[in-house]
Protein backbone atom coordinates (compact mmCIF):
# COMPACT_ATOMS: atom_id res chain seq x y z
CA UNK A 1 0.00 0.00 0.00
CA UNK A 2 1.07 3.34 -1.22
CA UNK A 3 2.02 5.67 2.10
CA UNK A 4 3.30 9.51 1.56
CA UNK A 5 5.28 10.92 4.25
CA UNK A 6 6.01 14.43 4.64
CA UNK A 7 9.80 15.89 5.95
CA UNK A 8 11.30 19.28 6.39
CA UNK A 9 8.90 20.72 8.97
CA UNK A 10 10.08 22.51 12.13
CA UNK A 11 10.55 25.61 13.88
CA UNK A 12 12.00 28.87 12.30
CA UNK A 13 12.21 32.42 13.25
CA UNK A 14 10.10 34.80 10.74
CA UNK A 15 11.91 35.63 7.99
CA UNK A 16 13.67 31.64 7.81
CA UNK A 17 13.31 29.24 5.42
CA UNK A 18 12.28 25.81 5.73
CA UNK A 19 12.21 23.06 2.41
CA UNK A 20 9.62 20.32 2.94
CA UNK A 21 9.49 16.64 0.82
CA UNK A 22 6.93 14.30 0.16
CA UNK A 23 8.26 11.06 -0.29
CA UNK A 24 6.26 7.93 -1.67
CA UNK A 25 7.00 4.25 0.12
CA UNK A 26 6.23 2.99 -3.72
CA UNK A 27 6.61 4.31 -7.35
CA UNK A 28 3.11 5.62 -7.88
CA UNK A 29 1.92 5.82 -11.20
CA UNK A 30 -0.58 7.62 -14.13
CA UNK A 31 -0.10 10.72 -11.46
CA UNK A 32 -2.21 13.55 -12.60
CA UNK A 33 -1.67 16.28 -10.31
CA UNK A 34 -0.05 16.87 -6.47
CA UNK A 35 -0.20 19.52 -4.22
CA UNK A 36 0.36 21.10 -0.64
CA UNK A 37 -2.09 21.89 1.54
CA UNK A 38 -1.83 23.12 5.74
CA UNK A 39 -4.15 23.41 8.35
CA UNK A 40 -3.48 25.58 11.13
CA UNK A 41 -5.35 24.76 14.57
CA UNK A 42 -8.77 25.81 14.67
CA UNK A 43 -8.56 26.53 10.80
CA UNK A 44 -10.27 24.75 7.33
CA UNK A 45 -7.58 22.87 5.79
CA UNK A 46 -6.04 25.39 2.67
CA UNK A 47 -4.68 25.13 -0.45
CA UNK A 48 -0.96 26.08 -0.21
CA UNK A 49 0.37 24.82 -3.89
CA UNK A 50 -0.64 22.90 -6.74
CA UNK A 51 1.58 21.22 -9.73
CA UNK A 52 -0.67 20.16 -12.56
CA UNK A 53 0.72 17.20 -14.87
CA UNK A 54 1.99 19.72 -17.13
CA UNK A 55 4.20 21.39 -15.03
CA UNK A 56 1.99 24.27 -14.22
CA UNK A 57 1.82 25.42 -10.65
CA UNK A 58 -0.35 27.33 -8.88
CA UNK A 59 -0.68 29.32 -5.55
CA UNK A 60 -2.62 30.57 -2.62
CA UNK A 61 -2.31 34.44 -2.82
CA UNK A 62 -0.87 34.65 0.88
CA UNK A 63 1.72 32.33 -0.28
CA UNK A 64 2.72 33.57 -4.07
CA UNK A 65 5.97 35.30 -4.44
CA UNK A 66 7.67 32.53 -1.43
CA UNK A 67 6.67 29.44 -1.63
CA UNK A 68 8.36 27.52 -4.83
CA UNK A 69 6.74 23.70 -5.48
CA UNK A 70 8.67 21.41 -7.54
CA UNK A 71 7.94 17.74 -9.07
CA UNK A 72 11.04 15.61 -8.29
CA UNK A 73 11.07 12.23 -9.73
CA UNK A 74 10.45 8.77 -8.83
CA UNK A 75 9.37 8.21 -5.46
CA UNK A 76 10.92 11.79 -4.07
CA UNK A 77 7.73 13.39 -5.51
CA UNK A 78 7.62 16.88 -4.70
CA UNK A 79 9.27 19.74 -2.58
CA UNK A 80 7.89 22.84 -1.05
CA UNK A 81 10.65 25.64 -0.93
CA UNK A 82 9.61 27.88 1.40
CA UNK A 83 10.95 31.63 2.02
CA UNK A 84 10.34 34.64 4.40
CA UNK A 85 8.09 32.56 6.45
CA UNK A 86 5.50 34.24 8.73
CA UNK A 87 3.63 33.45 11.86
CA UNK A 88 0.65 32.93 9.84
CA UNK A 89 2.24 29.76 7.68
CA UNK A 90 2.21 28.12 11.09
CA UNK A 91 0.34 24.85 10.53
CA UNK A 92 0.35 20.82 9.29
CA UNK A 93 1.45 20.90 6.01
CA UNK A 94 0.49 17.82 4.01
CA UNK A 95 0.92 16.55 0.76
CA UNK A 96 -1.65 14.85 -1.76
CA UNK A 97 -1.49 13.22 -4.80
CA UNK A 98 -4.31 12.05 -7.32
CA UNK A 99 -3.90 9.62 -9.67
CA UNK A 100 -6.44 8.54 -12.64
CA UNK A 101 -7.63 5.83 -9.82
CA UNK A 102 -7.48 7.56 -6.23
CA UNK A 103 -6.05 10.33 -4.20
CA UNK A 104 -3.21 9.49 -1.96
CA UNK A 105 -2.88 11.71 1.17
CA UNK A 106 0.52 12.07 3.71
CA UNK A 107 0.06 12.85 7.70
CA UNK A 108 1.76 16.32 7.44
CA UNK A 109 4.85 17.52 8.91
CA UNK A 110 4.40 20.76 11.53
CA UNK A 111 5.88 24.10 10.58
CA UNK A 112 6.18 26.80 13.22
CA UNK A 113 6.99 30.22 12.69
CA UNK A 114 7.47 31.98 15.37
CA UNK A 115 7.60 36.26 15.47
Same mark, same amino acid.
Given at each position: ?????? #????????? =? #?????? @? @??? #? /???? !????? !????? =????? +?? @?? /???????? !????????????? =???????????????PE??????????? +???? !???? =????????
Amino acid at each position: QVQLVE #SGGGLVQTG =G #SLRLSC @A @AST #S /ISSI !YDMAW !YRQAP =GEQRE +LV @AR /IDINGSTH !YADSVKGRFTMSR =GNLKALTFLRMNNLKPEDTAVYSCAVQT +LSRD !YWGQ =GTQVTVSS
